[in-house]
């Protein structure tokens, strides 16, 4: 039996309005699902919508619709924006099916039966918005409204059921020691270890039916219907069918719970003690991403700053904004949207290299391939950068990592474009060298065959046509130059991506709804000279050679990196510059890069600087970056060179 692999999303809430942070889960998991299947193993990969609760009977009711008509309606949303991305999704499960509703009747059955779940009165402040109890503490630190929303909340004493989780607090707790990988990455292990420091108390799983109507009643008490969260949960299991099926043991426990930062706790501390005490295992890892952000702010319905991600589509294109979203930052991390960065990433990695390195052969489409044969060492060496590209993309993309993975992969598509710079095959073709021209050819072929068929998780419809056009029907993740057959050709096609204009382009993207302000033009005046103007910047002065060969600059590479003890904005790295021992360097990088995204990534540093102490930290050597001192990028090589070149 194929080795399986079984990935969730969360479950979406119906009444939202999807933005790019939804599609930034999704794409992460469609991604996942996609290499894992190319890859041979039996996989599932799980979305849906969660359909009950006091918001949408509200929101119902102003419409004048029942709960159920208008979440037939709202969950289309999610369905066609899921079709736009192209998201190939097994199972699409919705709180509102009988499946679903059985399954989470049958869990309460049991925890009832087994005396987990008891009825007392309680009283506290609730957030409609927000669909859950706040403690006094916790409501005044939000200046007496909800720490979630902002809302109002109101004082409620009522009667419910609450599940016994603090019974699981030590279990948990031990749980997470004995499967370190369970909850990724570290830092949120950490807050969950955090949140476990303090006593854990029961949770609240009803709520009345004379306040709430809409959600699944409880077997034993149809006066209460169940809590948001319990009957959302349970989603993961009740995809898969009766407990104890053929599908639930054919996927269960799931290998992936990837969901966004806020919701870690849900899905970790409830999930987990609920699982507990079904004597269900909990899932093999939950992923807590960060958030897409709009100047540093959250996006929000109510702020006005969501980005429509289906707009962002009608101006790139899918295959741009799925590799966009991941490749921009590190996934676990916050990251900042700007129209800037995704056309840049659109003209440049897009355009220039990738759709380039596909098409810039495309007028010798039909110049059959000769039959495989020994390679040269130029086409050695290329398959050998093939080797360490896919190598490192496996890995990283294996560990969720898609923005090293993709950097991993470019390697290759820079390696390629400088094969066809150094070759040339319009010489090759002008000189009638066909032998060698047919040699360069399979190279070049063989070498988009692979990047295609690695990046095909994460832009499938570019990539689909690109092997189509190399006559294939499906990715071929073999590493080797001997794959393609003797007389083979290519079928000729328009570039995969075409260079936007920047004014146009920006203009586009600043006018879609929730998008940053342009930055005002500048007035066009005459200033005239009696008006204080600022002094223009000074031009460096002159050096000579002499004094510029002072300067010993190396290719080192990062070999760990990790915060500065006493000060926020350094990061201590140890580096690789070709010498026995590695060098420590502090750096003020870090407001511009996590220490995790640094480790392997080639960089240019100073080896004659005489060592000194940075905040009681020793730094043996300097960092070259630009910017100034608003740090914006590190200078890295081009291409891959070893530790301790010379640079100059």
Same mark, same amino acid.
């Given at each position: 039996m194929?080795?399986?692999f ?8 119906v009444?939202?309005?999807?933005h790019i942070?939804h599609?930034y889960?999704?794409?992460?998991a ?6 894992h299947r190319l890859c ?8 849906g ?10 929101a119902a009711?102003k ?5 159920q ?7 289309q949303?999610f369905?066609?924006l899921?079709?736009? !991305?192209?998201?190939?999704y097994d199972?699409?499960?919705?709180t ?10 049958g869990?309460l059955q ?5 005396g ?12 409609t ?8 503490? &916790?409501v005044a ?6 720490p ?5 909340? &109101?004082?409620i ?6 599940f ?14 004995a ?5 990724? *990455? &570290?830092s949120?292990?950490?807050e969950?270890?955090?949140f ?6 029961d949770?609240?799983?009803s ?12 077997p ?18 009740s995809?898969?069918? *009766? ?16 969901v ?12 987990f ?18 958030w897409?952000?709009?100047k540093?702010e ?13 707009q962002?589509?009608s101006?790139f294109g899918v295959? @741009?904004?799925?590799?966009?979203l ?6 676990g991390?916050d990251g ?11 003209n ?9 390195l596909?098409?810039?052969?495309v007028?010798?489409?039909?110049? *059959? ?7 040269g060492q ?14 490192g993309f ?20 820079s390696?390629?474009n ?6 040339a095959?319009? @010489? ?5 060298n066909?032998?060698?021209l047919? &040699?360069? !050819?399979?190279?070049?072929?063989e070498t ?10 994460v832009?499938?419809g570019a990539?689909?046509?690109?092997l ?8 071929d !993740?073999?590493v ?13 096609g328009?570039p ?16 879609? *709804? ?12 005459e200033?005239?000279?009696?008006e @204080?103007?600022p ?5 460096p ?5 002499d004094?510029?060969a002072?300067?010993a600059?190396?290719?080192g590479?990062v !070999? ?9 904005r ?6 690789d510059?070709g ?16 220490p995790?995204?640094?480790v392997?990534?080639?960089?240019v ?29 590190l200078?890295t090589p081009l ?7 010379i640079?100059?």
């Amino acid at each position: 039996m194929a080795e399986r692999f079984y990935v969730t999303t969360p479950i979406y809430y119906v009444n939202d309005v999807p933005h790019i942070g939804h599609a930034y889960t999704t794409i992460a998991a469609d991604t996942i699902a996609r290499w894992h299947r190319l890859c041979g193993r039996d996989t599932r990969f799980l979305t849906g919508s969660d359909e009950h609760g006091q918001k949408v009977m509200r929101a119902a009711e102003k419409l004048g619709r029942t709960p159920q008509e208008h979440v037939d309606i709202t969950v289309q949303r999610f369905v066609r924006l899921w079709e736009t !991305l192209d998201i190939k999704y097994d199972d699409f499960i919705r709180t509102t099916e009988p499946r679903h509703q059985e399954v989470v009747r049958g869990f309460l059955q049991q925890l009832h039966d087994k005396g987990e779940l008891y009825p007392k009165d309680y009283s506290g402040w609730y957030s409609t918005s927000a669909e859950r109890f706040w403690s006094n503490e &916790e409501v005044a630190a939000a200046d007496g409204r909800c720490p979630d929303s902002g809302q109002a909340v &109101e004082w409620i004493t009522e009667r419910n059921y609450f599940f016994r989780m603090s019974n699981y607090q030590e279990r948990l707790i031990a749980w997470i020691a004995a499967h370190p990988q369970s909850i990724q *990455p &570290e830092s949120r292990k950490n807050e969950v270890l955090g949140f476990l420091r303090k006593p854990l108390e029961d949770l609240c799983i009803s709520r009345p039916r004379a306040r709430l109507s809409w959600g699944i009643p409880l077997p034993f008490d149809e006066d209460y219907v169940t809590y948001v969260w319990f009957d959302a949960l349970s989603n993961y299991v009740s995809a898969l069918g *009766p407990v104890g099926g053929e599908q639930h043991q054919r996927y269960w426990p799931a290998d992936l719970h990837l969901v966004g930062k806020d919701i870690l706790t849900f899905h970790t501390v409830y999930w987990f003690s609920m699982l507990f005490a079904l004597g269900l295992e909990p899932p093999r890892q939950v992923y807590a991403h960060g958030w897409w952000t709009i100047k540093k702010e959250k996006m929000s319905k109510s702020v006005g700053n969501v980005i429509d991600p289906e707009q962002l589509v009608s101006v790139f294109g899918v295959d @741009a904004v799925r590799y966009f979203l991941l490749r921009e930052i590190p996934f676990g991390y916050d990251g900042d949207y700007s129209p800037e960065a995704a056309l840049l990433r659109f003209n440049s990695d897009l355009v220039n290299d990738f759709s380039n390195l596909v098409h810039r052969i495309v007028k010798w489409s039909d110049t *059959p391939l000769g039959a495989p044969g020994p390679l040269g060492q130029a086409e050695a060496e290329l398959l050998a950068v093939a080797a360490r590209a896919t190598a490192g993309f496996r890995d990283q993309i294996e560990r969720y990592q898609f923005r090293a993975a993709l950097e991993s992969l470019w390697t290759l598509v820079s390696a390629g474009n400088k094969y066809v710079d150094t070759h040339a095959p319009w @010489a090759l073709a002008k000189a009638g060298n066909t032998e060698r021209l047919a &040699e360069v !050819l399979r190279a070049l072929r063989e070498t988009q065959r692979i990047v295609v068929s690695h990046l095909a998780c994460v832009c499938p419809g570019a990539c689909t046509r690109v092997l189509a056009r190399l006559g294939l029907d499906a990715p071929d !993740l073999r590493v080797r130059f001997d794959v393609l057959p003797g007389g083979s050709t290519v079928r000729p096609g328009d570039p995969l991506f075409m260079r936007l204009d920047s004014e146009a382009t920006l203009a586009a993207l600043g006018a879609l *709804p929730g998008a940053p302000p342009a930055p005002p033009p500048s007035p066009k005046k005459e200033t005239p000279v009696s008006e @204080a103007t600022p002094a223009p910047t000074p031009a460096p002065a002159t050096i000579t050679y002499d004094d510029f060969a002072k300067v010993a600059l190396r290719v080192g590479i990062v !070999l760990s990196a990790e915060k500065h003890p006493n000060a926020d904005r350094l990061l201590v790295l140890k580096v690789d510059v070709g010498e026995p021992e590695p060098r420590q360097i502090v750096a003020g990088i870090a407001k511009v890069y996590e220490p995790e995204t640094l480790v392997g990534k080639r960089i240019v540093v100073v080896v004659n600087l005489t060592p000194a102490k940075l905040r009681g930290v020793e730094s043996q050597g300097m960092l070259l970056a630009a910017g100034g001192s608003d740090v914006a990028s590190l200078l890295t090589p081009l291409h891959e060179v070893a530790a301790g070149s010379i640079v100059k």
